[in-house]
């Protein structure tokens, strides 16, 4: 059965990633595979803020950051009663394998990992795979 192909440009998408270059990198990646409106933040606290002010159909976002990691986004973000959707989905980009990061990500609602430093065909499908639901 064809799917009809997904027209990105419809979507916003959040990248929240503390080092400026690998954020720059992602944004592009996704500017490639179609995306028109891309937020960015540098940590889970501005990470919330860009969520309550565009509410995003998707999220990219680092684990490791400070002060606010992705880990306590997530779970802010699976709490808040401030965005839209507290159900967005959120896609970790990480170079974690250790299950008890991966464990506490996926109780707190995680969609998926990307790992980093994520490449066009990872992230794309990832997020293909989010938005076809």
């Known amino acids: ?12 998408i959040l990248v929240i990633e503390d080092q400026p270059f690998v954020r720059r990198t992602i944004m592009q990646i996704l500017s490639q595979i ?26 990219v976002c680092d684990i490791d950051m400070k002060p606010v990691s992705g ?24 170079n974690h394998t250790e299950s008890d990061i991966v464990k506490k990500a996926m109780a707190l609602g995680v969609n998926g990992f990307v790992v980093k430093p994520p490449s066009f065909g ?9 938005l076809a639901r």
């Open 122 to 130: 990872a992230l794309k499908e990832r997020v293909d795979r989010l």
């Open 1 to 12: 059965m064809d799917r009809k192909p997904v027209e990105y440009e419809h979507y916003n």
């Open 34 to 59: 179609g995306f028109r409106k891309i937020f960015e933040a540098d940590n889970g606290e501005t990470g919330m803020q860009e969520c309550i002010r565009n509410s995003p159909d998707i999220i």
């Open 71 to 94: 880990l306590q986004f997530l779970a802010q973000l699976r709490a808040s009663a401030d965005v839209r959707n507290n159900r967005t989905p959120v896609v970790f980009l990480t």
